[in-house]
């Protein structure tokens, strides 16, 4: 099986997706088609062995759409459409927004006495008018006469197919009573034209396409910037020779040249030099990094100062930032369970609406007449009819979810919080718990210096006992001794020459420094030694899950260096912000029990477990599912993945691991745990705009039909005429799309 992102041409509403997903459905070799309104475009996975995406596309070019297979220039072509579509608007909007505003005055001064009539030869007007309707309905509105073609042929209705039946209706109507008028034959029907509906419906309908082109373009600037990012060539030192070659050139194993204000081109490792990168756009953090010898970097980063070497080890697709890229169009494409509701609607939405506006016609024409002359009632019976149709097109009911979908998705990527799919981001809006896994999520996850006990009848100051411990640590690669040497690193405590070192396995390090022998190691080696150390004080320290390192001359304990897995700084803020947002927290550990309860004191958590095996894990969180809980549980993404699996949201803490970010819904790049709460409100802010999008365009469908149809004329002489109706209905679609687009002001 295959999995294929392609654009659309030729969409123009949320039917036209469920035409298209209904259509590739049917073939054998489809295994699932999912297409996206707002994105136009359709990911769909299919068996190669069974067809290709030239015979898919040749499937949708049946029922009217293209599946456009190049996407190299896909900025380009929105760009041009836009454009197009804006060339057709300076022809077409100033007839349309004249007679609108004609229409509106028109009504006025029939109802305000004091405002004077416009006197105009209707036979003269009506036949310009003509002839703008005709150039407006087969030039600029040939996309509609081609909906209703494809209906009329039995493959689908949409929204083309509404608007084209009834601007064609009010057309055909007109334009008859227009001939038999000139030839002066009297149909005895009502004289009434709709040439001005004609020109304002397609008009506005084309202006709020054009706003809703341009707003669905600045919803996916997130992948657009995440594009830029890409370097487009690179320098590269091959046979001692600096090369400047294209980004698709560079191969595994290729030394790459980065001086100051280059972007990285690929991922790698630095092998000489230093410098100081912004990583900002692919993990949200906005303070500049320094990199040197050995430290990974990531495409997509920018060298704002220094100069360095680096070994490609990760290239193309593999790279983190296509990787990030690929996730976030593919979740932006995806479709939320909230949005099931709207294409169950949407599917039978246009053929119900057919129905109606006959229903309309028929009843205006029979009922009405009772009460109304005949032409009365079938004049309100053809504008009615006309009305019901373009109102009701399910634009606003298409787009609602999928905008601030990708709005939300977006927001998250520039954040450093990536969302995997849209039911990620739905799931997490129901998170009223998280389960901490602690080594590496709440704490650091590597041993560091957390105390330093000087022994104060040592005769010896503390810079003096630094200098020795650090001179003799520096001579091992222990874990432990690394964390004592970053941390004097931080002290900038001086080096001493030292002699006879000695490692010893197990137990600790053993060295001469100006002709005195020193020690340090565990409290089992310097008990052995002879030398008198606090055991209850050590007992303690390891109970709280601390590592002593005592220090000693061959006479006494001059320090004892306390090691542990510190919290991060972010931890406690973190655990308030979640409580403040309504969350209960809960810790999952391996540690005894009484660290648990330490570090559970010192953050503020819920609930701990302690103690707890790697594949016990699951079985807790299924635990506190089963109490009614609605999960997310954060963690590494690889050692935790049974209870991220168990999980209602998995959530990694990726430092960097590809791993973590497939495995996971959601994945807090750069390893911040602060982007926890941030994500949760995002999905929060996105749901809810969701919810106002859906309410607002079913309350608009809800409303706008029954007065299109004259339900409410009986009752308070309301009918909606249907130029208005094409206002309205373009207005709706642009609400929608700009109430998403409020995300983007969204602070997280």
């Known amino acids: 099986m295959k999995e294929k992102i392609v654009s659309i041409k030729g969409m123009h509403c949320a039917s036209c997706a469920i035409n298209i997903e209904t259509k590739l459905s049917k073939e054998k070799s489809v295994k699932d ?3 996206n309104y707002a994105t136009e475009k359709a990911t769909i996975t299919y068996d190669e062995k069974l067809s290709s ?10 029922i009217g759409y293209e599946l456009d297979i190049n996407t190299d220039d896909l900025s380009k072509k929105k760009v041009a459409e836009l454009r197009t579509q804006r060339n057709r608007l300076y022809f077409l909007l100033p007839f349309a927004l004249s007679l609108f505003l004609y229409m509106l005055y028109d009504i006025l001064s029939n109802k305000v006495s004091s405002l004077p009539m416009i006197k105009i030869d209707m036979m003269i007007l009506n036949t310009i008018l003509f002839i703008i309707s005709t ?4 030039v600029f509105g040939n996309q509609f006469i081609k909906g209703l073609i494809r209906f009329i042929k039995g493959k689908g209705a949409d929204m083309d197919t509404l608007i084209g039946l009834g601007t064609v209706a009010a057309y055909i109507y007109s334009s008859t009573i227009l001939i038999s008028s000139y030839i002066k034959f009297d149909l005895g029907l009502p004289e009434s034209m709709y040439y001005d509906s004609v020109i304002i419906i397609i008009g506005f309908v084309l202006l709020g396409k054009f706003l809703e082109t341009r707003s669905k373009f600045k919803t996916g600037e997130a992948i ?8 487009k060539t690179a320098l590269v030192e091959r046979d001692g020779i600096e090369q400047k070659v294209d980004i698709s050139e560079i191969a595994i194993g290729d030394i790459l040249i980065i001086k100051a204000g280059t972007k990285i081109p690929v991922d790698g490792e630095i092998i000489s030099g230093s410098g100081v990168l912004d990583i900002s756009m692919l993990t949200g953090e906005p303070i500049p990094v ?4 050995g430290d990974e970097i990531l495409s997509g980063s920018v060298n704002k100062q220094g100069y360095f070497k680096f070994k490609a080890l990760k290239v193309g697709s593999d790279t983190m930032l296509s990787t990030i890229i690929r996730m976030v169009e593919e979740a932006q494409n995806s479709k939320a369970p909230i949005q099931n509701l709207a294409d169950k609607v949407s599917q039978v939405f246009v053929p119900t609406v057919l129905v109606i506006a006959i229903l309309s016609l028929i009843t205006w024409i029979f009922i009405g007449k009772i009460y109304l002359p005949f032409n009365d009632a079938l004049t309100y019976g053809i504008s009615s009819f006309v009305a019901v149709l373009v109102i009701a097109c399910p634009c606003a009911l298409g787009l609602a979810t999928p905008t601030a979908i990708i709005v939300g998705v ?12 849209a039911e990620s981001l739905e799931k997490l809006y129901k998170v009223d718990t998280v389960i901490f896994d602690k080594t590496g999520t709440l704490t650091n996850g590597q041993p560091e210096v957390s105390e330093i006990i000087f022994n104060k009848e040592s005769n010896l100051g503390e810079d003096d006992i630094l200098s020795l411990l650090y001179s003799l640590e520096e001579k091992s690669d222990h874990p432990l001794a690394i964390a004592i040497q970053k941390k004097a690193k931080e002290l900038k405590i001086n080096l001493k020459e030292v002699n006879n070192f000695k490692n010893i396995d197990g137990k600790g390090v053993s060295g001469m420094i100006d002709n005195i022998s020193y020690y340090a190691g565990n409290y089992k080696f310097i008990d052995n030694l002879g030398i008198e150390a606090n055991k209850k004080e050590i007992e303690k320290l390891s109970l709280e899950g601390k590592t002593p390192i005592l220090f000693t001359n061959s006479k006494k304990i001059l320090a004892t260096v306390v090691i542990s897995d510190t919290i991060k700084t972010e931890s406690k803020k973190v655990i308030n912000e979640l409580h403040s947002l309504g969350i209960k927290t809960v810790m999952l550990t391996g540690d005894n029990q009484t660290v648990a309860n330490n570090i559970s004191k010192d953050l503020g958590i819920d609930t701990v477990y302690a103690e707890v095996l790697p594949n016990e894990k699951a079985n807790i969180v299924k635990e506190i599912q ?3 809980n609605f999960v997310a549980m954060i ?5 935790d993945a049974p209870a991220l699996a168990q999980s209602n949201v998995g959530i990694a803490m990726a430092t960097g691991s590809d791993i973590a970010i497939e495995s996971s819904d959601i994945t807090l790049l750069g390893g911040n745990l602060e982007k926890l709460p941030k994500a949760i409100t995002l999905s929060r802010k996105t749901i809810v705009t969701i919810k106002q999008n859906l309410f607002w365009a079913f309350f608009y469908n809800i409303l706008g039909i029954p007065l299109a149809a004259g339900l409410f004329y009986p009752i308070w002489g309301i009918l909606l005429d249907p130029a208005f109706a094409g206002v309205a209905m373009a207005l709706s679609s642009v609400s929608v799309v700009s109430n998403s687009l409020r995300l983007k002001l969204l602070k997280i």
């Open 626 to 628: 089963n109490k009614g």
């Open 290 to 293: 320094e990199k040197t010898v």
């Open 53 to 62: 995406i030239e015979k898919l596309n040749s499937l949708v070019k049946e």
């Open 135 to 138: 150039v407006t309905l087969f």
């Open 410 to 421: 977006g927001k998250g990527a520039q954040a450093g919080i990536l969302i995997k799919n």
């Open 33 to 35: 088609i999912k297409v």
């Open 224 to 231: 657009q910037k995440l594009l830029n990012l890409q370097a």
């Open 635 to 639: 963690g590494d993404g690889i050692n």
